[in-house]
């Protein structure tokens, strides 16, 4: 546990439960699923590896006006793979990265979903100011405790979108530096998608003939619900599934425990989507995601690489993805990262994303900088398989 002495402007806990339930009211983030302390509390129980922490800051009457997710991670140099190979060797060369031991990194974000799931700031807030409080008491964080101050090598705000940046570029008076990460697929569902057919006539023929061929090769998956009765008994095969997925990643900030999706179904029952995926009796995928607001957000998959050409399992799984969201009525569809071009065929556009990197001592911050100028999202041919149709942007 961390000790940390709280400020005139920042709270400092542990764990949730130690928050009164009195500051999530004042708040009135709980409407956003990643700030709920149910969800938030899952993933802290079911990763004892992972160090979870919290902020709350508060006003000169002690009101809360926002709310900040931190996790303390080692990140290792392996975990860095595929095309990014190259940045490896140059984090080396330049000692942004230790050479025996991980780099410790202080997060504010979620590390295992795509998006600004970090920093909560309560309605007609100045946001600027929110965020150099944000800055400040994250360095107090770490400043007032004498190991941590030893231990935190960098630290990492995470998924900001494009509309953000005007806000979160307050980090660089700190000293932060920006770099882009792998875009968000997303996808904005059609006022005239009534059901998925509707979703199929709104496409080119070519990506309609796609769609098809994807459905005639996985005829003969089995999709089951994973409910609370059956969980136990799917999440090994599920588990092994998943990370035969994660080792393919190009870049991973931790790995997801299954065991929290017990949790997940147990606290949001049908607002958490959890489907296995088999042939005969053997699992071949699972999808998993939740419904946030007007959203179903893809959360982590599992796939039988060996059958998945065959079977077109992963597409079909995208396709199910949309044919939910179309079902419970939803406005957008976040695909999250990795595959882009292929969620692009159904539809996905990027949403770009950006992360706020500091290492703590200042030379390296410097070299830092020129490593992250390298750093680019990995290039894609977008596809564009509508026909010419009048896609709603609104807000969320």
């Known amino acids: 546990m961390i000790c940390c002495t709280n400020t005139n402007t920042a709270l400092f806990f542990s764990s949730i439960d130690e928050i ?38 508060v006003d000169k009457k002690n009101k809360p006006t926002a709310f900040a997710s931190l996790k303390i991670i080692d990140f290792y140099l392996n975990s860095i793979k595929n095309d990014l190979e190259f940045l490896k060797d140059i984090g080396r060369k330049l000692h942004v990265f230790p050479d025996k031991k991980p780099l410790k990194l202080l997060i504010c974000g979620n590390t295992f979903v795509t998006g600004e799931h970090g920093v909560f700031i309560k309605e007609n807030q100045d946001k600027k100011a929110i965020i150099k409080e944000l800055a400040e008491s994250l360095n107090h964080f770490v400043n007032s405790d004498k190991k941590l101050k030893k231990q935190i090598d960098a630290f990492l705000l995470k998924d900001f979108a494009k509309e953000s940046l005007f806000i979160t570029d307050e980090l660089k008076d700190f000293k932060y530096h920006t770099f882009s990460v792998e875009p968000n697929m997303q996808l904005q569902l059609h006022d005239s998608w009534q059901n998925f057919d509707n979703y199929l006539a709104s496409m080119k023929t070519k990506f309609r003939v796609k769609a098809k061929k994807a459905f005639k090769q996985s005829v003969n ?95 079909r799984m995208l396709y199910d993805y949309i044919e939910i969201a179309i079902s419970k009525n939803l406005k957008i569809i976040n695909f999250g990262r990795t595959a882009s071009e292929i969620k692009s065929s159904v539809g996905a556009i990027p949403q770009d994303l950006t992360m706020y990197l500091r290492h703590k001592k200042t030379i390296t911050n410097k070299i830092l900088k020129l490593f992250l100028q390298r750093v680019q999202p990995t290039p894609f041919q977008q596809k564009f398989p509508f026909k010419t149709i009048e896609i709603r942007h609104e807000k969320q």
């Open 221 to 315: 998956i089995r999709i089951e619900e994973v409910t609370l009765k059956n969980i136990d008994q799917k999440l090994p095969e599920m588990t092994a599934l998943y990370e035969k997925v994660a080792l393919n990643a190009a870049f991973n900030l931790g790995t997801f425990n299954l065991e929290t999706y017990r949790d997940l179904k147990e606290k949001f029952g049908d607002d958490y989507i959890l489907k296995s995926y088999w042939l005969d009796d053997k699992i071949v995928g699972f999808i998993s995601g939740i419904i946030n607001k007007k959203s179903l957000d893809a959360h982590f998959v599992g796939i039988d690489y060996q059958l998945n050409r065959e079977y077109a399992i992963y597409q």
């Open 20 to 57: 009164p339930s009195q500051t999530w009211e004042d708040l009135g983030c709980t409407k956003n699923i990643y700030f709920h302390p149910n969800f938030l509390k899952s993933v802290e129980k079911n990763h004892p590896k992972i160090i979870f922490s919290y902020i709350v800051l």
